[in-house]
């Protein structure tokens, strides 16, 4: 699965959960999942899309600092997702978490792919 997939599938739970009028409970609520799929360079439009949630998570909740560690019950990945998720998981927030990204990939992923996704528009790159 692509991680555009991927983040199509979150954004669809994000909206039904947030948009939810049943009365729960902490103990009875649905759990919140994040699960952030590899895809090395990629890693970037993946960043772009959980900074859409949390700024949407920061409306619904009137709270300007909150991160989405606060929103999901777990929150996990595989391969470049699980970087993002583990720094996810520890609190920080996505702007960070980018920050941190964009100084690991130069190190990390060849210099052709990197080239190529910092050409596109609104990456973070």
């Known amino acids: 699965m692509e991680s555009i997939d991927v983040m199509l599938i979150i ?3 994000l909206g039904f959960q947030m948009n939810s009028t049943k009365n729960h409970t902490k103990e009875t609520s649905p759990k919140r999942i994040l699960s952030i799929d590899g895809g090395g360079i990629r890693g970037c439009l993946t960043l772009g899309y959980l900074k859409r949630i949390e700024d949407i998570v920061r409306e619904q ?5 909150a991160v989405l560690s606060e929103y999901f019950d777990l929150i996990g990945g595989t391969s470049t997702g699980a970087l993002i998720a583990a720094q996810l998981a520890l609190g920080f927030d996505v702007d960070t978490v ?7 990939c130069p190190k990390v992923f060849s210099k052709p792919a990197h080239r190529n996704i910092a050409a596109l528009p609104g990456t973070c790159l």
């Open 98 to 104: 980018r920050m941190n990204f964009e100084k690991l």
């Open 61 to 65: 909740r009137n709270k300007e600092n």
């Open 11 to 13: 954004n669809f739970t």
